[in-house]
């Protein structure tokens, strides 16, 4: 089966329900009966340890990465902390792009630091800044691509070739480009993790996290620490990603679609200092983005030539982009990564990254996009007055 096909289908198999259900039952039970205490190892036993309507969601998470395995978590940070929690231990050492989303970089130096983990940052563009920061006790690399907030791309393939050699676990947060346009198992990654809350979901109303693997002993420590650990989904929300996913194909295409034409617009505008999109052949690694995506995604920053001040008074002036953090919904976005997602991050390490106060972040949605950009005009027009 195709992606869209997979997408709709699989998990959701009339012929596995009692009725026929085209559409997965939500099934709120938290504890199942049993005929006899025969019988207490067998089926479902308790919603934490496993619930259908999750089940049904996994099988489709799976689906969309090519993947053996998937897990749903009650938010992409749930998902992260599990993966952590259940692959590390105490002196253990990661390496990670120096860019990523300011939660997952608040997970890593005050939470887990704290048990004693330890995190290197390296600009993951060149490969070789992360073969130079391998250490005798690194267990994993953890890598966004693209990156949020600042769309910087990191080799998939080549940085899991290096870490194979090393015995080192490459988990890929794929969350920006979303399953539709990029799979990081096929490109020798070992886990690929989603906050579901953007894409998958789509639709900004279910925070939730997944985790997709190939590997039976990776999956069966990750599943053990899902209920051990206990982050896992709702019933309620497993059903909301599902029915976000189904139509993830059609709205990437128009994200995408919609997100080249603001992304060219953007970058001949004459107050506009610098834009962030891979899709864009002025993206120092528009190539890399040809060879491993399928697609160039709807996320893309841009620079004000300007200050914070103009970049206030931008975001403060649009009417149909929500000055609003999160990201994938179908409605247009728009964020300043410095005092919003990005805020945990301390100012000297945010800049040293490349993340500006004046940087503005946009979700682009998929509405008609004559009338985003004629919102964006509105934003320029608050600068120049
Ligand atoms: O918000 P949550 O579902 O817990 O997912 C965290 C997360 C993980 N990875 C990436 C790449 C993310 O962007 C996020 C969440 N990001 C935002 C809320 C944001 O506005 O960037």
Do not use: C
């Not at 692959?87 to 990670?96: E, N, R």
């Not at 990437?252 to 034409?261: D, S, W």
């Amino acid at each position: 089966m195709k992606f869209s096909t997979r997408a709709i289908h699989i998990g959701e198999e009339p012929e596995n329900t009692q009725h026929g259900d085209v559409v997965s039952p939500i099934h709120l039970s938290t504890t199942f009966a049993k005929k006899s205490i025969r019988e207490v190892e067998e089926g479902y036993v308790y919603s934490r340890s496993g619930n259908p309507t999750r089940d049904s969601l996994e099988r489709k998470l799976a689906a969309l990465e090519n993947a053996k395995y998937g897990l749903a978590f009650s938010s992409g940070l749930a998902a992260e902390s599990t993966v952590l929690l259940a692959l590390l231990k105490k002196g253990d050492h990661v390496i990670a792009f120096d860019d990523l989303y300011g939660g997952t970089k608040r997970l890593f130096n005050q939470v887990m630091e704290r048990f004693g983990l330890e995190f290197t940052y390296v600009d993951a563009r060149d490969f070789e800044n992360v073969r130079r920061a391998i250490k005798e006790n690194t267990r994993m690399i953890w890598l966004e691509t693209p990156t949020n907030p600042l769309l910087k791309l990191a080799d998939i393939k080549g940085i899991s070739e290096i870490a194979q050699e090393k015995n080192v676990i490459v988990v890929v947060d794929n969350t920006f480009a979303s399953p539709y346009f990029q799979n990081p198992l096929s490109l020798g990654a070992d886990i690929v993790l989603h906050s579901a809350t953007k894409y998958l979901g789509g639709h900004s109303d279910v925070v939730g996290g997944a985790i997709m693997v190939n590997d039976n002993e990776l999956y069966e420590k990750l599943k053990f620490h899902q209920n051990a650990v206990g982050a896992i989904l709702s019933p309620f929300d497993s059903w909301l990603v599902m029915r976000g996913i189904k139509t993830l194909a059609v709205r990437m295409e128009k994200h995408e679609k919609n997100a080249i034409k603001i992304a060219e617009y953007l970058e001949k505008h004459p107050l506009v200092e610098k834009v962030y999109y891979p899709g864009l052949p002025s993206h120092p690694q528009h190539e890399l983005a040809k060879r491993q995506m399928r697609g160039f995604g709807g996320m893309l920053s841009f620079e004000l030539k300007g200050g914070l001040e103009d970049a206030v008074k931008f975001v403060e002036s649009l009417k149909i982009f929500a000055l609003a953090e999160s990201l994938g919904g179908v409605e247009s976005l728009i964020e300043l990564p410095a005092i919003m997602t990005h805020a945990s991050i301390p100012k000297e390490e945010r800049e040293k990254v490349g993340i500006k106060d004046s940087l503005i972040r946009v979700s682009v949605g998929i509405e008609d996009v004559e009338d985003l950009i004629e919102d964006l005009e509105r934003g320029f027009e608050a600068v120049r007055r």
